[in-house]
């Protein structure tokens, strides 16, 4: 396989790539008779981004959802930092520093955008209860770290102007960075999109390009993401996993992949038989 | 002043008192209906049995001792002491609601999560008749005396300063007014932890959406258990102010109907609705009971809070403060 000789490396854009932090083992996910993943195997390397696409109902959610705990495989392993992950909620997946978004956005819509944001930082707040009734040291100190920590985020997903707007009122577009900006402000050792651009406009989706590159390479979070765009992966990421009716069908990066004959062959359509 | 007016002023302070009483049995409801979207049908009885467990604690009953006695053949009725303090006997209550929202998520809900509202509901139907059950059970279903140290009877500063000013003193009773501080003390409470604490925000979170909160690292079960909790505190303290009204006995839990009028003026989602609604309720119901009452053969008092709501549910079937559902297509 093509991965075999991908090793720790900078990167031609001065970005360092470097071990294995998450690593998908035979993973196999049943729902009922349906097979949704199928024996795949797979890893993600300390400040890269990777991409899994394939086309529609191939399983890249589905793999994403195992990554972030929401599903459990029936067969294989994840190995998170060196340890073979047990069987994990999604809430504990998160405070481990997996942070993610979702295909179609789940953000607390009755919040303000900053409420929202500050919700991400609630694993970052450990002053006991009575602290926090009284407001007090710890407390204190807490709150305002995490509220510098949500305002250079803000800064950075350049959304200053509708910190206080509550986010059930926000265009589609903003909701995404939104919640981008909920997953970021948890410092997250690694991020998964699910399907980040999905819905947008050219010009959305050049934002979104330019906020992902520029969070891996200011912050050096590594990023898992899903797309179905084509186009957008292959600018953006180091390696790809493609994925076919729950298959891998191709692993590598972004120019071996477009030049596998089977990723053709998905893409254009051509007859299983 | 002429003297109608000022009798109808003394039946909507006590109207706003009695208000302040529904609210607090109102405010149980919406805690657990906002983080988890279950109408919570054992409220009331959730009252009752906080109520009568203080009173078991406070008298050092041994719980459940009928059945004890029916079992071996013994004869335990009476722990050694016979009066507990009430701040310790409090704190024991508060322990035990923690306990039974523990034991609720653990054995009922959390198997039930993501079913139908109208199956949770159905859940805590069957969790009243249950909850009552026990509590019958475990403390006898005789009707008791609460007193955990409240004032209670006239009001006489309210009283002398009334009759300067109208010529008539107004009957207000002390353990309604501490009923009222109580009352938003607790709301104040609720507010500020909701707002300000790591363990409310989680419970806002949730209560906005599940799977967002998953993603930030929420527990979902444990904040159902800690809404719960909440809401076990809210019943104890209904419990204690209608117990020691008018004695812990079973009709106890039936002030949880009275809930739901005010609550469906209010709004189902909203702290703050709950405390007006039960305070437009509470007036209201003094006043038609005053001014038209009379006329009409009056115990108008049973209900005009339901005709109130059934009007409110026409016009505005989100209540005043609650969050008005858009679906968007």
């Keep these: ?273 | 002043m002429p003297e109608q007016l000022v009798f109808a002023m003394e039946v909507s302070l006590n109207g706003l008192m009695t208000g302040v009483m529904y609210a607090l049995v109102a405010l149980g409801f919406v805690l657990i209906y906002k983080a988890s979207g279950i109408f919570n049908y054992a409220q009331g009885v959730m009252a009752l049995f906080a109520a009568m467990t203080l009173v078991g604690i406070q008298e050092g009953r041994v719980p459940f001792s009928h059945l004890i006695n029916a079992i071996f053949g013994t004869e335990v009725h009476h722990l050694p002491w016979h009066s507990v303090p009430a701040l310790f006997a409090i704190l024991l209550t508060v322990g035990v609601m923690i306990a039974f929202a523990w034991l609720v998520q653990k054995v009922v809900f959390k198997h039930l999560v993501g079913q139908e509202p109208i199956i949770l509901f159905m859940a805590t139907i069957g969790l009243a008749y249950f909850l009552e059950g026990v509590a019958d059970l475990m403390w006898g279903s005789e009707i008791r005396t609460l007193d955990v140290g409240l004032p209670q009877g006239i009001n006489l500063v309210i009283d002398e300063t009334t009759f300067n000013w109208f010529g008539y003193g107004f009957f207000i009773d002390n353990l309604d007014i501490v009923a009222s501080v109580v009352a938003a003390i607790l709301v104040a409470g609720l507010v500020a932890f909701a707002q300000y604490t790591k363990q409310g925000r989680a419970m806002r979170a949730v209560a906005d959406d599940h799977q967002a909160a998953l993603s930030v690292g929420i527990s979902l079960n444990f904040v159902w258990i800690l809404v719960w909790s909440l809401a076990g505190f809210v019943a104890l303290v209904a419990g204690i102010m209608w117990g020691s009204k008018s004695g812990v006995q079973f009709s106890l839990s039936l002030i949880a109907l009275k809930a739901l009028p005010v609550l469906m003026l209010g709004g189902f989602t909203s702290i703050p609705g709950a405390i007006v609604g039960g305070l437009i309720i509470g007036v209201g119901e003094a006043l038609f009971e005053f001014t038209i009452g009379p006329m009409i053969g009056g115990a108008t008092e049973n209900w005009f809070a339901y005709v109130l709501a059934l009007v409110f549910l026409v016009f505005r079937p989100q209540g005043l403060f609650g969050e008005k559902i858009i679906e968007r297509v």
């Design chain 1, 1 to 273: 396989m093509t991965m075999m000789h991908y090793e720790p490396h900078v990167t031609s854009d001065g970005r360092t790539i470097g071990n294995t932090m998450m690593e998908m083992k035979n993973i196999t996910l049943r729902f009922g008779g349906v097979v949704a993943i199928k024996d795949i195997s797979f890893d993600i390397r300390e400040g890269e981004i990777r991409a899994i696409i394939g086309p529609n109902g191939a399983g890249k959610s589905s793999m994403l959802n195992v990554i972030s705990g929401f599903y459990k495989p029936q067969e294989g392993e994840v190995w998170y930092l060196g340890e073979k992950r047990g069987p994990m909620r999604p809430f504990e997946v998160a405070r481990q520093g997996i942070a993610r978004t979702f295909q179609n956005i789940a953000l607390f819509e009755g919040m303000t955008v900053l409420d929202n944001i500050m919700t991400g930082r609630l694993n970052h707040m450990s002053a006991s209860f009575l602290d926090q009734a009284i407001w007090w040291g710890k407390a204190e100190r807490e709150e305002v770290a995490n509220r510098e920590k949500a305002e250079e985020i803000i800064d950075f997903l350049e959304i200053q102007a509708i910190r206080k707007t509550p986010v059930g009122r926000l265009p589609y577009g903003l909701k995404k960075r939104v919640e981008l900006a909920r997953a970021l402000v948890a410092e997250p050792s690694l991020l998964l999109l699910d399907e980040p651009m999905a819905g947008m406009n050219v010009e959305e989706k050049e934002d979104m390009s330019r906020f992902i590159l520029d969070v891996n390479d200011e912050f050096g979070t590594t990023i898992a993401l899903i797309e179905h765009d084509m186009g957008v992966v292959m600018d953006l990421s180091d390696r790809v996993v493609v994925m076919d009716y729950g298959k891998k069908i191709g692993d590598g990066t972004p120019d071996e992949v477009r030049n596998n004959q089977e990723v053709i062959d998905a893409y254009l359509g051509v007859a299983h038989d």
